[in-house]
């Protein structure tokens, strides 16, 4: 599920960048009709050590990461929102001059407390945290070249936002204005 | 592009780390010398970052960058290793870029750790050209790309015990928090 309440506080423009295919792995890759996860040697021992899928990442936030990693790492949450059942845990990574937060982390955990989503949207920023070579502001036309068309495409709701699923794969992305605003990844 | 966190940004510029390529340590457990927490990193111009460590597997260590920045969320795998013949709180430190391309799967960097106590620590980071006399002594030169690359685990400690007899005192220092 999509965090539309956060998404709404923080609505942003997004200059639009090609996409940097020199990206690191662990990496989803088109393969045929669906995607591989392109790993290293030691990125299999960690997948076989941790039991996840290490492709699940946005830089270094990940799938199953615990709370205290990420926070660790984010800091506090600036807000939370219901999500379902629970809540969802906004981060903030990057604020503009006038201190207004423009780029953020969506967090959902699990009951084990354990990332089960993690959402980075906002304008372009420096850190840049890429998930399958696709970053904020990487053009959608990048975005196919990447990983393909999008499997199903729908309005989100803010105005001017479509998102691409990638379904039954556990990542999407928000294009706005002709690039990355939002991408997500989830457990389920 | 491909970013560099902080600690080898250094030594990259000048291309000049002390690395292999061989992965010696592959089959090791590294030693735990502190517990989990955040890092203030000072280097030889006062300037500090802070990182976030974890413990992982095998002994070893995550240490990740938390200052919004460029580098924020960049990081290392970090293993520390007794070195022979030095004193016990002289730990040889392996690091591994987290984000790196698939050529670069094997390739890790070294230097010394000087342990303080159990929050604190001192960094020698070699140079390839600065420290050259100490890599020799394994009979190490600098590469055509600049950097010392050791053949394998006995010729990096020999030179690093030499670096260490050296003198050379160490630039960077870390606190636990």
Redesign the interface.
């Known amino acids: 599920m999509r965090t539309p309440s956060i998404a709404l506080l923080f609505l942003v423009a997004v200059p639009v960048q090609a996409a940097?295919f020199?990206?690191?792995?662990p990496r989803y890759e088109r393969a045929g009709a669906g995607f591989g996860c392109h790993m290293?040697?030691?990125d299999l021992a960690?997948s076989q050590?941790e039991q996840r899928d290490v492709c699940l990442h946005i830089?270094?936030?990940f799938v199953g990461m615990k709370r205290g990693?990420a926070e660790?790492?984010l800091?506090i949450p600036v807000a939370s929102v219901p999500a379902g059942a629970r809540e969802a845990f906004a981060y903030r990574?990057?604020s503009d001059t006038t201190g207004r937060m423009n780029t953020y982390a969506v967090l959902t955990y699990g009951d084990d407390g354990r990332a089960d989503s993690v959402q980075v949207t906002g304008t372009p920023w420096?850190?840049?945290?890429t998930f399958a070579g696709v970053t904020l502001g990487t053009a959608q036309t990048a975005v196919t070249e990447r990983l393909g068309a999008p499997m199903q495409t729908q309005k989100a709701d803010d105005a001017g936002v479509v998102q691409w699923n990638y379904s039954p794969w556990t990542f999407s992305f928000e294009i706005k204005d002709g690039a990355v605003s939002s991408i997500r990844i989830a457990k389920e | 592009?491909?970013?560099i966190a902080f600690l080898l940004l250094a030594c990259l510029l000048t291309a000049g780390c002390w690395q292999t390529v061989t992965r010696p340590y592959r089959g090791v457990t590294s030693l735990q010398p502190f517990a989990a927490g955040?890092v203030v990193q000072t280097d030889p111009d006062g300037k500090v970052t802070h990182y976030?460590l974890?413990k992982i597997?095998r002994g070893r260590y995550r240490m990740?960058q938390?200052d919004?920045?460029?580098?924020?969320?960049?990081?290392f795998e970090l293993g520390f290793f007794p070195l022979p013949g030095a004193p016990s709180h002289v730990l040889i430190y392996q690091a591994a870029a987290?984000?790196?391309?698939?050529r670069d799967?094997d390739l890790r960097y070294y230097g010394l750790l000087v342990i303080n106590g159990q929050k604190g620590a001192q960094e020698i980071r070699p140079d390839c050209d600065k420290d050259a006399r100490a890599a020799r002594a394994s009979g190490t030169h600098k590469g055509k790309d600049g950097a010392c690359t050791f053949a394998d685990r006995a010729a990096l400690e020999k030179s690093l015990l030499a670096l260490w007899k050296s003198g050379k005192k160490p630039e960077y220092s870390y606190v636990l928090k």
């Open positions: 940097d020199s990206d690191p792995m290293s040697k030691q960690q050590a830089g270094p936030l990693d660790m790492l800091g990574l990057q420096p850190a840049a945290w | 592009l491909q970013r955040a976030a974890k597997a990740t938390t919004r920045g460029q580098d924020f969320g960049q990081g987290l984000d790196h391309p698939k799967d």
